[in-house]
Every structure is written in structure tokens, then in C-alpha cells.
């Protein structure tokens, strides 16, 4: 069955950086593109990043730009998710998720995705 694996979630102080991973099995992970969502308690969930199958288009949302940075690694069916001078307000369970078009996860749908992991930016 397909699974996806987060990893990499933690406390981190503001400022500081964490590096998020998604492990995919079960799928074809080259056959889809590959978003990391977050939903914070009491807030609805949102895309964050997403990129396409081959890596070469990727969409961010506005308040991560120049902060975060969404990668694979096809061959290793691994999604990277880079978050740098992160902020109290990142604070979330992150999730990765994958669906065939990079235009339905930059809509917020997705085919399968993990169980998530928790950031928290706190000092």
C-alpha cells in the first residue's frame, strides 16, 4: 500500500532552521507531484509548497518565500522540505502529500499523504 513518511519535525528557537523529509513507498513516486501542507489547532490546513514530478516548477505560498525551499530526490523517492528563519507562526503539523497534477495540491487536494510531523517554533 502507498505510504508516506514524514520526518525532521521539532522545537526550534526563531530563526532557526529545520529540515523536513517525506519517504514514499507503494507509489511510483516519480509519476506525481509532491506538496508539504501544515495546519496549525484551530486553523484550517494550507499548502505550503509544492513541486512537480521532475522538480523543475515549484510553488510556494506568499508568507514562506525566500524562507522555505521544496526539493526531491526521484531516485530516492524522497520529498525535502528546507525551512530557514522559521517564525512562531510556522508552528504546525506538517504533512506531505502527493496527486498526479501539481495544479490539484497547489488547490489543496491530494491523492495520499502522511500521518504528519509537529514544528514548533518557540523560544
Known amino acids: 500500500q502507498v505510504q508516506l513518511v514524514e520526518s525532521g519535525g521539532g522545537l526550534v528557537q526563531p530563526g532557526g532552521s529545520l529540515r523536513l523529509s517525506c519517504a514514499a513507498s507503494g507509489v511510483t513516486f516519480s509519476n506525481y507531484a509532491m506538496g508539504w501542507f501544515r495546519q496549525a489547532p484551530g486553523k484550517e490546513r494550507e499548502v505550503v509548497a509544492t513541486?512537480?514530478?521532475?522538480?523543475?516548477?515549484?510553488y510556494y505560498k506568499d508568507s514562506v518565500k525566500g524562507r522555505f525551499t521544496i526539493s526531491r530526490d526521484n531516485a530516492k523517492s524522497t520529498g525535502l522540505l528546507q525551512m530557514n528563519s522559521l517564525k512562531p507562526k510556522d508552528t504546525a503539523v506538517y504533512y506531505c502529500?502527493?496527486?498526479?497534477?501539481?495544479?490539484?495540491?497547489?488547490?489543496?487536494?491530494?491523492?495520499?499523504w502522511g500521518q504528519g510531523t509537529q514544528v514548533t517554533v518557540s523560544s
Open positions: 513541486i512537480t514530478w521532475s522538480g523543475g516548477r515549484q
Open positions: 502529500e502527493v496527486h498526479r497534477e501539481v495544479a490539484v495540491l497547489n488547490r489543496g487536494q491530494a491523492d495520499y
